[in-house]
Each structure stands twice: as C-alpha cells, then as structure tokens.
C-alpha cells in the first residue's frame, strides 16, 4: 500500500525565496592602488586579494 507523499512546511519554502531580496554587491576601496572592487574578489586594477597579489602583472607566461 502507498503511503500519501509528507507535505513540506512553510518555512522551508519561505527559506529557498532568495531571488525576491537581492542585493548589489559591495564594494570596497583596494588597500593598494585605491579603486574600488567587488568585496571578496580580485581589484582588476592591481590584482590585489586579500593581502597578497593574486595576479601578477607583466610575468612571463
């Protein structure tokens, strides 16, 4: 015998509705060359990430 499918609460489905409360994303000033970049990303200025440079600038490839 089936049994009847478990019907699912409220608060989860209030949960996955993400997409209706976007937001921009942030931005920050590089602490290196000064532009401004998405927070938690590359600066596409200088290639600065997090203390480090992530991509460095005129390396042989």
Known sequence: ????KRRQ???RTAKRRT???AT???LALC???GAW???HTVCGECGYY???LAIEKGAAV
Request: glycine content about 10%; aromatic content about 10%.
């Open 1 to 4: 015998m089936a049994h009847p």
């Open 9 to 11: 609460g409220k608060t």
């Open 19 to 21: 997409h209706d409360n």
């Open 24 to 26: 921009l994303p942030t």
């Open 31 to 33: 602490p290196n060359c």
């Open 37 to 39: 970049y998405v927070y």
């Open 50 to 52: 997090r203390g480090k």
